[in-house]
């Protein structure tokens, strides 16, 4: 853990969930420091378990953001993760912004490209994770307009017994069955909107 302290305000806010708040790094702006809401539950280290095991596996980390060790901070210790942003240098959107925003078409097929490469990713390495859900991913667009999707959230295992853990073989089925249902609970999220839901549909029709 550094030894350095950082003051972390509400300039810095960039985002709550239920189980964490997120502020952006007061001395590096292409990292976020992340607080878990209730500490008795230690939410962030039982991901970063798994975040140490990728990185023993030699697993790049080019699709999910990278973590970076502990923080003191004036409201506890922080974990610091890389903060995706854009080639403008905004924070990148999530891919739930753009699929209730955008009609640009180009931009739909650059996000389920983006989509299908983290799809592929997260099975070929067994990255697991508790829940999918297309808030925990972000959209970030390259200065060609082309982009990329980043898990940033949610890394981990929810079953009783985690056997995804232990065995690569097993994780990869987690990881398909993630997808499944997530593909399936997006289909019926966007049944009236012809553009995305066919997203989600090329997606759950992937053989991988």
């Not at 239920?18 to 039982?46: F, N």
């Not at 909107?193 to 029709?205: M, S, T």
Request: aromatic share 10%; glycine share 6%; proline share 1%.
């Amino acid at each position: 853990m550094a030894k350095e302290m950082v003051e972390l305000d509400d300039s810095l806010f960039v985002g709550k969930g239920s189980k964490r708040i997120c502020y952006i790094h007061p001395h590096d702006e292409t990292k976020c420091i992340k607080l878990d809401l209730d500490r008795r539950h230690r939410h962030t280290a039982k991901e970063i378990r798994y975040y140490k095991r990728y990185s023993r596996q030699g697993i790049l980390v080019d699709m999910i953001a990278p973590y970076h060790g502990r923080m003191k901070t004036n409201s506890g210790v922080g974990y610091v993760f890389g903060l995706a942003r854009d080639f403008d240098g905004k924070i990148s959107r999530s891919v739930t912004y753009y699929l209730k925003t955008s009609e640009d078409e180009k931009l739909l097929n650059d996000l389920f490209t983006g989509m299908a490469c983290l799809k592929e990713y997260m099975i070929r390495h067994g990255i697991t994770v508790t829940l999918l859900e297309a808030h925990n991913m972000v959209f970030q667009i390259s200065h060609h307009g082309n982009g990329k999707v980043i898990l940033i959230d949610g890394i981990g295992n929810n079953q009783l017994l985690p056997m995804s853990f232990f065995l690569n073989s097993h994780a990869r089925k987690v990881v398909r069955r993630k997808w499944s249902n997530f593909e399936k609970a997006m289909m019926r999220r966007f049944s009236c909107d012809q553009k995305v839901y066919r997203i989600f549909v090329r997606l759950h029709e992937m053989v991988i």
